[in-house]
């Protein structure tokens, strides 16, 4: 099975990764497009939800709450963070667009130990993680400092010419605090759009190795390994990381071959995302 998710650039369904697609527990993802008018109605199920307004204004309502002309962001390229819902499972919700918009919905199994809420932009932790060409510029959406039951939901931009999720790391031993299992999806925008990034997945035996050629809206799956993101000369990368597992910690290892860099760079012993 391919790690990739083709998206499409037009239509409502832009990119769906469910737990059957993917043949794991925990990560769910979709991307959808909304026309303004447009009215997009789901129930969460035995999930937790968190819907990100990556561009566009819209107004979410459940049967208890109603989060009225949230967003602000006209492309996910802008240096603004975004505004986002935390929803528990069983919760009906119907989501309203006054423009055009794009919405990200990160789901993993939850019992519903807390409310819905609203994730104010301004409460989210922005930083520029790395040096020289490895720089990145990251926006913690749903860390785990935050309530959630599994979720963890972070957003990267990462400029043209630059690595990001580097030096490689991975979170596939539920070994907590040396290292934690968790699943993770990678949503990929491009700017300009016409253009591609590079993702590889590999793990230390090599029974995983896929470097895979990323388009705009295309989703790369990891279910365990190693994941570093590469942009070519010339255009910039958006990503929108979902990570769930067993356990709400966020554990990694590098790869030692290449953990040398840090030190050199002058760089924290931890990677960005």
């Known amino acids: 099975m391919s790690l ?29 497009r909304l026309a303004r008018g447009e009215t997009l109605k789901f129930d969460t199920g035995t999930t937790e939800v968190c819907v990100v307004v990556l561009t566009g204004v819209v107004s979410v309502r459940t049967a208890d709450d109603t989060w009225r002309d949230i967003g602000a962001r006209r492309s996910v390229f802008d240096t603004q963070s975004p505004y986002a819902v935390y929803l528990p499972p069983r919760t009906a919700v119907s989501i309203d667009a006054h423009d055009t918009a794009e919405l990200a919905l990160a789901s993993a199994p939850a019992e519903g130990l807390h409310r819905a809420r609203l994730i104010d932009p301004g409460k989210m932790t922005r930083s520029v993680r790395g040096s020289g060409t490895n720089t990145r510029y990251v926006c913690d959406i749903l860390p785990q400092s935050e309530l959630a039951e599994s979720l963890l939901v972070v957003e990267v931009l990462t400029p043209a010419g630059h690595s990001s999720s580097y030096p490689p790391h991975k979170h596939d031993v539920d070994a907590v605090r040396a290292e934690s299992f968790l699943e993770e999806t990678y949503y990929h925008r491009l700017n300009p759009s016409q253009g591609f990034a590079f993702q590889r997945v590999y793990t230390d035996s090599r029974d995983i190795d896929e470097a895979l050629a990323v388009e705009d809206h295309d989703v790369v799956m990891v279910p365990r390994g190693y994941h570093p993101v590469v942009m070519p000369h010339g255009y910039d990368g958006y990503y929108l990381n979902v990570m769930a597992g067993p356990r709400r910690a966020w554990h990694f290892r590098n790869d030692p071959a290449h953990e040398w860099m840090l030190s050199k760079q002058g760089e924290a012993a931890k990677p960005a995302t």
Do not use: E, N, Y
């Not at 998710?5 to 959808?32: L, N």
């Open 4 to 32: 990739i998710v083709k998206g499409t650039g037009s239509g409502r369904d832009i990119v769906t990764v469910t737990p059957q697609s993917a043949q794991w527990r925990h990560v769910g993802f979709a991307a959808r």
